[in-house]
């Protein structure tokens, strides 16, 4: 079973943006982008091995001979990742799902750039289960459920594997969270940043594309109450007020030792910023010097700056939510990453329109607000962006991140 499910567990009893939308028109998409995910070399999923637990490989497995994985094999070898900001696939996405069903959630232009990756990430912003009770705890306004049938739209998407660390996946309680693991393994996801105690919690999964061994790790700074411990479930806790904690930064330099990639997915900072608080940027570079090749995060609710190998916030990826229409969380990046053992060869973000329920490429107009914001916040980490064929590029994605910050 996919993360070390939390079979016969009973269920238990800030996010400013996540109140519901009213459906509007879908523009059609714009002739720009007519064609460019298709345009993208293809690559293939890997679908093979067993799917699932942390620790576990996916893609073509290891041959016996290479136990111990040392890494190296893949030189010379470059893959392309897809990385997705929050998928919250309940509420008024889950009553859509139940009128429309599960394949319209994304347009096909979407879907055809996570077609061009070798492997797709994002973070999971609520459980999968149809059982379960609503999280009591101080604060909690809004909680996620996702119906089963889901699943089927990460599916559709490739995803590879999700990050469950995040203030949402205990919203329905263990036995909810127990089910969000079945059924991802039902679609052969694996699922990072949860488990049936602090160890399988912080447990990485690692993926194999293109002759390269990738590394994903998740983790949240908040809620406090959700983080797993000693035969405890629940999600791999990080508080980053003095740092990141010894077993994060241990954990990350262990897996680059043995891993030609390494991912740090980490749910962190308050919703609806659109740049990093200082100790957000202090736990990053710390995740790099310990190893990180990318290091992704997500929360915001709108998407910040990058800063060489890293992209502070990913922003929204399908939701409900209402619009601010000063911080447009309704507008927002998909980020293709081609990687090799050395790290980042190119850095493409994708501009994404959220509507109600339904994720597309935007018009003219929003692809120029997304242009703009964009480039004005990488500028404050001194990071350069292009433009080309409607993807905003990073220039020089090699630099250190430290090279980078004013």
Request: charged content about 20%; aromatic content about 6%; proline content about 6%.
């Amino acid at each position: 079973m996919l993360g070390r499910p939390l079979a016969g567990l009973a269920g238990s009893g800030v996010q400013g943006a996540e109140g519901p939308v009213s459906t509007g028109v879908r523009p059609s998409v714009p002739e720009t982008y007519q064609g460019v995910g298709s345009e993208c070399r293809e690559t293939g999923r890997n679908r093979y091995g067993q799917a699932g637990t942390p620790g576990a490989v996916r893609g073509h497995p290891v041959p016996a001979g290479l136990a111990g994985w040392t890494t190296g094999l893949g030189a010379g070898v470059s893959i392309r990742l897809a990385l997705a900001g929050d998928a919250m696939l309940g509420r008024g996405v889950g009553a859509q799902i139940a009128v429309t069903g599960p394949h319209s959630l994304f347009s096909t232009e979407v879907q055809e750039f996570f077609e061009s990756a070798d492997l797709a990430l994002l973070n999971l912003e609520c459980c999968v289960s149809d059982r379960g009770r609503p999280w009591e705890g101080p604060g909690k306004r809004f909680h996620f459920r996702a119906p089963p049938r889901a699943v089927e739209a990460l599916a559709d998407l490739g995803i590879d594997c999700v990050t469950l660390a995040n203030n949402h996946s205990l919203d329905f309680g263990y036995t909810a969270l127990s089910d969000t693991f079945d059924h991802l393994s039902g679609a052969e996801i694996s699922a990072v940043g949860a488990g049936v105690d602090a160890e399988q919690a912080r447990a990485p999964v690692l993926l194999e594309a293109g002759g390269l061994r990738v590394a994903v790790l998740g983790f949240t700074d908040h809620p406090a109450g959700f983080a797993a411990g000693p035969g405890q479930p629940g999600v791999a806790y990080a508080d980053l007020g003095t740092g990141i904690p010894h077993w994060l930064g241990d954990q990350v330099q262990a897996l680059a030792a043995s891993n030609d990639v390494v991912v740090v997915l980490p749910h962190w900072g308050p919703a609806m910023t659109t740049s990093p608080l200082p100790y957000i940027r202090s736990a990053a570079r710390a995740l790099l010097n310990a190893g990180a090749t990318l290091v992704a995060g997500h929360s915001a609710h709108a998407f910040h700056g990058a800063a060489g190998r890293i992209f502070y916030d990913l922003g929204d990826f399908i939701d409900d939510y209402a619009l601010d229409p000063a911080l447009r969380n309704d507008l927002s990046l998909l980020y293709l990453v081609t990687v090799d053992e050395r790290g980042p060869r190119r850095i493409d973000a994708v501009p994404l329109k959220l509507e109600y329920a339904h994720t597309r490429l935007p018009d003219s107009s929003e692809r120029a607000w997304i242009r703009a914001r964009f480039t004005s916040a990488c500028a404050a980490f001194g990071t350069e962006v292009t433009e080309e064929d409607g993807l905003l590029v990073i220039a020089h994605p090699e630099l250190e991140a430290n090279d980078r910050e004013a």
